[in-house]
């Protein structure tokens, strides 16, 4: 799930609650939850209602954008990876 669509879920508001909150049309709001990067003014919107640091929620979203199917705040796993012996 795109962090934009986490961070509205998890406060119980729907895309059209975002979208009056951010003075942006619903279809901008699908458009960043599909993986459009909001504009720099809207993103320090979004960072105030979220309540989460602008750096951290931008590094979020570009973190998913490389990732997808890492949920918003955690890492990917990263395998143990073993040579073998020569």
Do not use: C, Y
Not at 2 to 22: C, K, S, V, Y
Not at 24 to 34: D, G, H, I, K, Y
Not at 40 to 54: G, P
Request: proline share 8%; no cysteine.
């Amino acid at each position: 799930m795109h962090p934009i669509a986490h961070f509205r879920r998890a406060r119980g508001w729907t895309q059209e609650d975002l979208a009056r909150q951010t003075d942006v049309s619903v279809n901008t709001v699908r458009a960043w939850e599909r993986g459009a990067m909001p504009r720099a003014a809207n993103l320090r919107k979004l960072s105030a209602l979220f309540e989460i640091d602008l750096i951290r929620l931008a590094d979020t979203i570009i973190s998913w954008q490389r990732e997808p199917d890492v949920p918003p705040g955690r890492e990917r796993q990263r395998a143990d990876v073993r040579v073998p012996p020569r």
